[in-house]
């Protein structure tokens, strides 16, 4: 364990971590940035497509965001620590970060910008076809499905903008929503509707991903009559919504019934000196506009708070 004591530590450079580490090194800050992958971006970096992101109006490909965030951050002179954050401990005056397999950090402050998880339906077959079959992006595996048949799950932006994508590589494409209306954007909806490789299977529930050595059928249950029936699929991309990475801190802040973290306007925690910011916030809107947005704020605050 080293004995200097940061200034902050921002843990996770997705969005959010990104945008307070520009404003850290902006305001001269004694900091490090982790990230438990090997580069910076975090889901930014999955979708095949951002459309809603300011100042790119003909979209931008999420590896683009990654690799751009990337440059960004060695033009500044920021290294990204490969360190996967296993606790908090706090002490008189400062806070440990402990790190799985790597040193402890002693620090003034520390921004949790550590974003979400993809939630499993948990559902049998979906954890024994991983990667045979059962996917959680279509960005990493949609060219693996060239004319064959797939499903999606989920009525949120993401199921909708992954079903287009995947629509360029399957022969067709199963939609699968337990509600009748999705809860995407309009604009999604609307395309999703006018695309004739998609087809909807609304009010209706996954119940089995079924196959041999691979993904050959999923087993979905009517949620108005009950009734099960198999769609011959070879693949199955599941968007069913996100878990906040928050478990290693909620001993110590606060968090909602989702295990969201709570924070004030200024981004501050129930611990005094703990921030966060970005997707593992709890908040009206996950984008990455608004991660941004908090990263900025974090940092702001974090600055004022050491002044005293």
């Known amino acids: ?50 459309e809603n992101y300011i100042g790119f109006p003909d979209g931008i490909q999420g590896y683009e965001i990654s690799d751009r965030f990337d440059k960004h951050l060695k033009n500044l002179g920021v290294t990204v ?89 399957a022969s067709e494409v199963f939609l699968i929503h337990r509600r009748e209306n999705f809860r995407g954007a309009e604009l999604l909806q609307e395309r999703v509707k006018n695309n004739n490789k998609i087809k909807l299977i609304l009010n209706s529930i996954p119940v089995e991903i079924e196959g041999n050595e691979f993904v050959n059928g999923l087993k979905i249950k009517n949620a108005i009559s009950n009734d099960i029936s198999l769609l011959s699929v070879q693949g199955v991309f599941i968007f069913a919504g996100s878990i906040p990475n928050s478990n290693f801190i909620q001993k110590i802040v606060n968090l909602d019934s989702n295990g969201y973290i709570i924070t004030d306007e200024f981004m501050e925690t129930s611990e005094k000196g703990i921030f966060a910011a970005g997707d593992v916030r709890a908040k009206l809107l996950r984008q ?12 702001y605050s974090i600055r004022n708070y050491l002044r005293g």
């Open 81 to 169: 620590k490969n360190y996967d954050c296993e606790e908090i401990i706090k002490n008189d005056n400062y806070f440990e970060v402990v790190c799985r397999s790597q040193e402890s950090l002693l620090t003034k402050t520390i921004i949790v910008a550590t974003g979400t998880k993809d939630k499993e339906l948990g559902i049998p077959g979906e954890v024994k076809f991983k990667g045979r079959g059962v996917s959680y992006c279509a960005t990493c595996d949609a060219p693996f499905y060239k004319g064959k048949s797939v499903a999606v799950i989920g009525g949120g932006d993401t199921a909708l903008s992954e079903s287009i994508y995947l629509s360029e590589f």
């Open 288 to 299: 990455i506009v608004t991660a941004i947005s908090d990263g900025a704020i974090a940092v």
């Open 1 to 50: 364990m080293s004995n200097k004591v940061l200034d902050c530590v921002i843990i996770g450079a997705g969005p959010a971590g990104v945008s307070a580490s520009v404003y850290a090194k902006r305001y001269n800050l004694d900091f490090v940035l982790l990230e438990k992958n090997l580069l910076p971006g975090g889901k930014a970096s999955i979708p095949h497509m951002v």
